[in-house]
């Protein structure tokens, strides 16, 4: 081995340990908070509170199934379920996170090696003239071209891991999110016919007082017949009743608000849906609310959560922020094939691998996609658009033009990136 290629051989192994050396993951590494400590961590109640009856705290309380069937109302099972089921707010978050999802899996795929296969066919006219050849016609041949590019970004600083890691916090923010929208959606609905509930059976209550009222006032105006009583009492019982009446309308006006309120949770207009007659006698009130310690609830709230996984995505952005700082280094390798028939250009036994190449799964235009129909999907809930909306894929299509213009046939798709095959789609 000559002087030269051993400097060469020792030059290119020192620059591949130094490559190797070099790559790192730059930025902070996120590290959850820590829960509450101390007496923070075993109890709720200030120094001298009572301690509610029927409430337990323990280290770990979780309501087996879904927790409004603990009232053992068949009427607020049912609402919630629709509510759940027909919930604009809640498909929203649902597609929200549908696309944070399909995001972070975009980012995750650029991590891998980009390859992009190229092929392209055209017809050129030789000017035979120009090589010296005269009286001869200028004859027309075909050019076929066949190519691929492979690219790997060596990620030498952690920048791309960071992203990944970013896309990842962010997904788990949206999930969290997701679950936070469940919770205020079924405990505003079951406040709401706790409410209807309660309103009703005070109306009950004031109606049979009215009642009441009438049954005194006739005592009163008999006795005043007989000469047992003024006339004075007849109007201070008259009084009364009127008093008493005058606390139904606003009852009334409350059950209403409710009702239309219960209605908008359940995603229906007050005209499309009317809310069942809810009774505080068919419910039930659990005989014991198990209560989480402090340390543990804050490990199981969606919005504690959400916050604590929007932090760990500022921490990975800061990550990559700082690689960008740093050079970085990618490797490309490119072929192309240029001939006048498809044998030259690429044989048979590549053909077969070329096409099984263009099919393999695109994860990361996959990915992509599902994105932009998720965020259109949100924009569509969030405008409150009852219309249906569909996506329309254009057609490949390639205009016709003059036979001897070159006319490239390209047909791209992604494996990591993008891959192109070299024919135009069959017709179905």
């Given at each position: 081995?000559?002087?030269?290629?051993?400097?060469?051989?020792?030059?290119?192994?020192?620059?591949?340990?130094?490559?190797?050396?070099?790559?790192?993951?730059?930025?902070?590494?996120?590290?959850?908070?820590?829960?509450?400590?101390?007496?923070?961590?075993?109890?709720?109640?200030?120094?001298?509170?009572?301690?509610?009856?029927?409430?337990?705290?323990?280290?770990?309380?979780?309501a087996?199934?879904?927790?409004?069937?603990?009232?053992?109302?068949?009427?607020?099972?049912?609402?919630?379920?629709?509510?759940?089921?027909?919930?604009?707010?809640?498909?929203?978050?649902?597609?929200?996170?549908?696309?944070?999802?399909?995001?972070?899996?975009?980012?995750?795929?650029?991590?891998?090696?980009?390859?992009?296969?190229?092929?392209?066919?055209?017809?050129?006219?030789?000017?035979?003239?120009?090589?010296?050849?005269?009286?001869?016609?200028?004859?027309?041949?075909?050019?076929?071209?066949?190519?691929?590019?492979?690219?790997?970004?060596?990620?030498?600083?952690?920048g791309?891991?960071?992203?990944?890691e970013?896309?990842n916090?962010?997904?788990?923010a949206?999930?969290?999110?997701?679950?936070?929208a469940?919770?205020?959606?079924?405990?505003?609905?079951?406040?709401?016919?706790?409410?209807?509930?309660?309103?009703?059976?005070?109306?009950?209550?004031?109606?049979?007082?009215?009642?009441?009222?009438?049954?005194?006032?006739?005592?009163?105006?008999?006795?005043?017949?007989?000469?047992?009583?003024?006339?004075?009492?007849?109007?201070?019982?008259?009084?009364?009743?009127?008093e008493?009446?005058?606390?139904?309308?606003?009852?009334?006006?409350e059950?209403?608000?409710?009702?239309?309120?219960?209605?908008?949770?359940?995603?229906?207009?007050?005209?499309?849906?009317?809310?069942?007659?809810?009774?505080?006698a068919?419910?039930?009130?659990?005989?014991?609310?198990?209560?989480?310690?402090?340390?543990?609830?804050?490990?199981?709230?969606?919005?504690?959560?959400?916050?604590?996984?929007?932090?760990?995505?500022?921490?990975?952005?800061?990550?990559?922020?700082?690689?960008?700082?740093?050079?970085?280094?990618?490797?490309?390798?490119?072929?192309?094939?240029?001939?006048?028939?498809?044998?030259?250009?690429?044989?048979?036994?590549?053909?077969?691998?070329?096409w099984?190449?263009?099919?393999?799964?695109?994860?990361?235009?996959?990915?992509?996609?599902?994105?932009?129909?998720?965020?259109?999907?949100?924009?569509?809930?969030?405008?409150?658009?009852?219309?249906?909306?569909?996506?329309?894929?254009?057609?490949?299509?390639?205009?016709?033009?003059?036979?001897?213009?070159?006319?490239?046939?390209?047909f791209?798709?992604?494996?990591?990136?993008?891959?192109?095959?070299?024919r135009?789609?069959?017709?179905?």
């Open positions: 081995m000559s002087m030269s290629n051993r400097g060469l051989s020792r030059l290119a192994t020192a620059g591949s340990v130094l490559v190797l050396g070099a790559c790192t993951t730059v930025g902070p590494n996120f590290k959850r908070p820590e829960p509450p400590a101390g007496a923070t961590s075993e109890s709720y109640a200030m120094a001298g509170d009572p301690q509610p009856a029927g409430v337990a705290i323990s280290p770990d309380a979780r087996a199934g879904p927790w409004w069937e603990a009232f053992g109302s068949p009427e607020l099972n049912a609402v919630v379920r629709q509510a759940l089921a027909d919930s604009p707010t809640l498909a929203e978050a649902t597609a929200t996170l549908a696309r944070t999802r399909a995001e972070a899996d975009a980012v995750r795929g650029r991590q891998l090696p980009e390859a992009t296969l190229d092929a392209g066919f055209q017809r050129e006219r030789v000017n035979v003239q120009a090589l010296g050849f005269g009286n001869f016609p200028n004859p027309t041949v075909s050019l076929f071209s066949i190519g691929g590019t492979v690219d790997y970004d060596l990620d030498l600083f952690g791309r891991k960071r992203a990944t970013e896309a916090a962010m997904a788990e949206e999930a969290r999110r997701a679950d936070a469940y919770l205020a959606l079924s405990g505003n609905v079951a406040l709401q016919v706790m409410r209807i509930a309660s309103l009703r059976a005070q109306i009950a209550a004031v109606e049979s007082v009215i009642a009441d009222d009438r049954t005194v006032l006739d005592m009163v105006q008999r006795a005043e017949q007989a000469g047992g009583e003024p006339k004075s009492a007849i109007a201070t019982s008259q009084a009364q009743l009127a008493d009446e005058s606390l139904l309308p606003p009852l009334r006006r059950v209403n608000t409710a009702r239309h309120q219960l209605a908008l949770l359940v995603g229906k207009t007050p005209a499309e849906w009317a809310a069942p007659d809810f009774d505080l068919r419910m039930t009130a659990p005989a014991a609310v198990p209560v989480s310690l402090p340390s543990t609830l804050v490990r199981n709230r969606p919005d504690i959560l959400a916050a604590e996984a929007d932090l760990h995505a500022a921490t990975a952005a800061i990550g990559v922020a700082t690689a960008e700082l740093y050079p970085n280094l990618s490797l490309t390798a490119t072929f192309t094939q240029t001939a006048s028939n498809t044998s030259a250009a690429m044989p048979n036994q590549r053909i077969s691998s070329c099984d190449f263009a099919s393999r799964g695109n994860d990361a235009a996959t990915a992509t996609t599902k994105a932009v129909k998720a965020k259109r999907r949100i924009d569509v809930l969030g405008s409150n658009d009852s219309k249906t909306v569909k996506h329309n894929q254009p057609a490949n299509s390639t205009s016709a033009g003059d036979s001897s213009v070159a006319r490239p046939w390209v791209s798709r992604m494996a990591s990136t993008s891959v192109s095959t070299a135009p789609p069959k017709a179905a």
